[in-house]
């Protein structure tokens, strides 16, 4: 019996997929090189790695910074905020929940560098991590709820100063 009705042959314009030998391009096309963004630069996974975790470096940043100046501004505004008590807690808990991350990502770098390959550790990197995922899902969460009840003052409610 001939092989071609067990074997079905499917052909797009330069490229043949044989179920038996899989995918073969014909003598006129090239095999792809590597992809290629912009004119001449060549798409480097490490170069994209490096820009993601810088850029994700400055937000964790940014984060930080408008957190301390929240707490700047709620504990100058003092018990005179609608909501002092609540803020204050709520800030606190997320400048405390960034530090944690940071620790916890120190401490997964240097495991990965130092122990990593080693089966016993797999399991607490792993614990790690996930520690770390939920806290930054905290952290964001507590964050919407502060941007929620609103840290600077309402417009309405300050009284306009008289010039004289």
Known sequence: MPDRL???????????????????????????????????????????ATKKTVAQGMLDVALLTANASQLKYVLSVGEAHEFYHIMLGLITTSLVLQLLVGILSLSLSFLRDCRLHLK???????????????????????????NGFGVFPNTSQIIPSVIV
């Open 6 to 48: 067990f074997t079905p042959t499917y052909t797009v314009e330069g490229v043949e997929y044989n179920a038996k030998n899989g995918v073969s391009l014909n003598s006129r096309m090239e095999p792809p090189s590597v992809t290629t963004v912009g004119v001449g630069k060549g798409l480097d996974p490490n170069q994209y």
């Open 120 to 146: 016993d550790y797999h399991t607490s990197a792993n614990v790690l991590s996930h520690i770390n995922l939920v806290s930054v899902f905290v952290i964001a969460s507590l964050n919407v709820i502060i």
